[in-house]
């Protein structure tokens, strides 16, 4: 089953859903996050890596009207969430022109379960935001929008789930409006979880992982254009 992207009308954020058009969300709060640094880039202490997300799950975390909460944990398998790590990829595998991946789970009734999100560790990173390196904070707050069940934003560009972004950039660090009001339609407070719990005793499998790529380099697609002008 592949994962589908639902434009909310009047609004620019996209909610993932499967493709028979059930929404995904969390049913059990908070949504836990694991870290493993092992392949980190040299230049990043642990404690710099740690900060980073810390303040990208705060970034969702604790909205006016909303009751998303994302906290450092280990899922346990075969539980309500039974996957959600960070982790960093030597030797990158996937798309050349992505920062990160984000592989997510869900049941067919469209309850999250779990996911996977993979940084490239080829590339230069900071988290000071200098210039030529990707903001590890704000690709981490991008990302973890998908984890939470979000789509790209591609009508707003100072959006944190607007799909490319520049080295150096910050911007994604915080939260445009857009992101807040998606944050408060799938998780408002007092109504998520109650409302999923029926949905999740008809489900008959968990769906196919699908491969989420983000933050495309914005010089690189420039470059590209460019080429592709000349010819």
């Known amino acids: 089953m592949l994962l589908a992207a639902l434009t909310t009308a009047a609004l620019a954020f996209t909610v993932n859903q499967t493709d028979d058009g059930r929404e995904l969300r969390w049913i059990e709060l908070p949504v836990l996050v694991a870290y493993d640094g092992a392949e980190a880039p040299a230049n990043l202490t642990e404690a710099q890596q740690l900060e980073a997300l810390q303040g990208a799950m705060e970034a969702w975390s604790h909205l006016d009207e909303s009751a998303l909460a994302l906290e450092f944990g280990e899922p346990e398998p075969f539980d309500a969430q039974e996957a959600g790590s960070v982790s960093w990829?030597?030797?990158?595998?996937?798309?050349?022109?992505?920062?990160?991946?984000?592989?997510?789970?869900?049941?067919?009734?469209?309850?999250?379960?779990?996911?996977?999100?993979?940084l490239n560790a080829d590339?230069?990173?900071?988290?000071?935001?200098?210039?030529?390196?990707?903001?590890?904070?704000?690709?981490?707050?991008?990302?973890?929008?998908?984890?939470?069940?979000?789509?790209?934003?591609?009508?707003?560009?100072?959006?944190?789930?607007?799909?490319?972004?520049?080295?150096?950039?910050?911007?994604?660090?915080?939260?445009?409006?857009?992101?807040?009001?998606?944050?408060?339609?799938?998780?408002?407070?007092?109504?998520?979880?109650?409302?999923?719990?029926?949905?999740?005793?008809?489900?008959?499998?968990?769906?196919?992982p699908t491969y989420l790529v983000a933050l495309l380099p914005l010089a690189l697609l420039r470059r590209r254009s460019a080429a592709a002008a000349t010819r």
């Open 89 to 118: 990829e030597r030797g990158w595998q996937g798309n050349a022109e992505a920062v990160a991946r984000i592989t997510s789970w869900a049941t067919e009734s469209g309850v999250l379960l779990g996911y996977e999100i993979v």
């Open 123 to 208: 590339l230069d990173w900071s988290t000071d935001g200098a210039e030529g390196a990707w903001d590890l904070q704000g690709a981490l707050t991008h990302e973890l929008g998908h984890a939470i069940g979000l789509g790209h934003n591609d009508s707003d560009d100072e959006a944190t789930m607007f799909p490319t972004a520049r080295e150096g950039e910050l911007l994604k660090r915080d939260l445009a409006w857009d992101d807040e009001d998606a944050a408060r339609y799938l998780y408002p407070v007092g109504g998520t979880a109650a409302a999923l719990l029926p949905a999740l005793g008809c489900t008959t499998s968990p769906m196919n």
